[in-house]
């Protein structure tokens, strides 16, 4: 499934207030996996630096994540599909002690 950032320039809002959108974006995508849709919330970061909050999906779309975002009242300025570099080693990959 497609990997997607998510992000969100939250001016105004608190640590607290951003915590909590998190939570109930975790929850609002658990109620549309339930509804059928392929959506997961994996994480967020805030960077206080830039005032601003990265939250990663796995979602088969761009406009679910967007769909979530409404739903979880959480302001999703901005989304790009991503690669997860991680997630599959290959055989190549050498095992370093």
Known sequence: MPRFVGETYPVGL????????ARR???????????GHQIRFV???YMPAEDSLI???DATS????????CRAE???????E???LMSQP?????DIH
């Open 14 to 21: 608190s640590r607290d207030n951003l915590a909590a959108a």
């Open 74 to 80: 959480l302001p999703i300025e901005r989304i790009v």
């Open 25 to 35: 974006a975790r929850f609002i995508a658990a109620q549309m996996r339930a509804e």
């Open 62 to 69: 761009a406009d679910l994540v967007l769909e979530l975002g």
């Open 55 to 57: 939250c990663l999906f």
């Open 43 to 45: 994480k967020s970061t």
């Open 90 to 94: 290959k055989s190549t990959d050498v």
């Open 82 to 84: 991503g690669v997860d």
